[in-house]
Nanobody
Framework: QVQLVESGGDSVQPGGSLRLSCAAS????????MAWFRQAPGKEREGVAL???????TYATFVKGRFTISRDDTINTVYLQMNSLKPEDTAMYYC???????????????WGQGTQVTVSS
């Protein structure tokens, strides 16, 4: 079972930026896809962004060009660059190794432990 460790979460003001990182314990290039999800208190976990092994990216509609997912297979790390952050982006963000290319919790093979993002003035 791959181990995924997220980092980079923090408290920022609205309009700010953060870059989340997800370090994997094994080669991520063989995964069907890697993805980021988030879960706010009292809400279901939802997909944020997915990067398939062929390079195709999928984003949730609420991202609207503000977030960018990327990966560096040489160091087995996935990133989520988040710009123009809003208070509604406040959530625990989770990295996931996917067995499919759909941005859905149903296709997750492995979860990280999460990193907290708080957007508040």
């Amino acid at each position: 079972q791959v181990q995924l460790v997220e980092s980079g979460g923090d408290s920022v003001q609205p309009g700010g930026s953060l870059r989340l990182s997800c370090a994997a314990s094994e080669y991520i290039g063989s995964a069907e896809a890697m993805a980021w999800f988030r879960q706010a208190p009292g809400k279901e976990r939802e997909g944020v962004a997915l990067l398939a092994k062929d390079g195709i990216k999928t984003y949730a509609t609420f991202v609207k060009g503000r977030f960018t997912i990327s990966r560096d297979d040489t160091i087995n790390t996935v990133y989520l660059q988040m710009n123009s952050l809003k208070p509604e982006d406040t959530a625990m963000y989770y990295c996931a190794r996917m067995r499919g290319r759909q941005l859905s919790v149903r296709w997750v093979n492995s979860w990280g432990q999460g990193t907290q993002v708080t957007v508040s003035s």
